[in-house]
């Protein structure tokens, strides 16, 4: 099986959304990853064939989505609405919804390490300064998730 990495940070701002939309109407199996900043998400799956653009999404049989998603101020459920969408799409699909924990220090260690060294993705220099103010590990998040998710694995990393 063929199987496809959706990472946002490696797509432009346009395409972004569309790979995303063409991955979650494929109807094909749907794995999701949830983790900080700097948790290691890019690095684990860095050998893998990442979509690059919607009309490559046919090519793959299956879906990896890269998520450093936090929780929403703005839902009850702590979940967006993108990532509630991601996850039942994953639940339709028979996938497994993933959490990477890393402990926090370790996270704040590894965003400066990638802002001084660079990171193998499309972001800027700047967008990597920005990752040191993302939430870090936010416990009741991950409850919800696993509340949410029929198929749901804390990694520890």
Known sequence: ????IYDSDFLSSKEKNRVLRSILESGKKIDVLIAPAGAGKTSLFCDGDFVKSASSVENFDCFVILSASAKSKKSDTMLTDALSKIIHKANVTKGC???LHVNNFELKNRRNKRIQNGSIDN???????????????????????????????????
């Open 1 to 4: 099986m063929k199987q496809g």
């Open 97 to 99: 919804v993933s959490y």
């Open 123 to 157: 972001r800027a220099k700047t967008q990597l300064i920005g990752t040191k103010y993302s939430p870090l590990n936010q416990y009741d998040f991950i409850s919800k998730i696993k509340m949410f998710a029929n198929n749901f694995k804390l990694i520890i990393n």
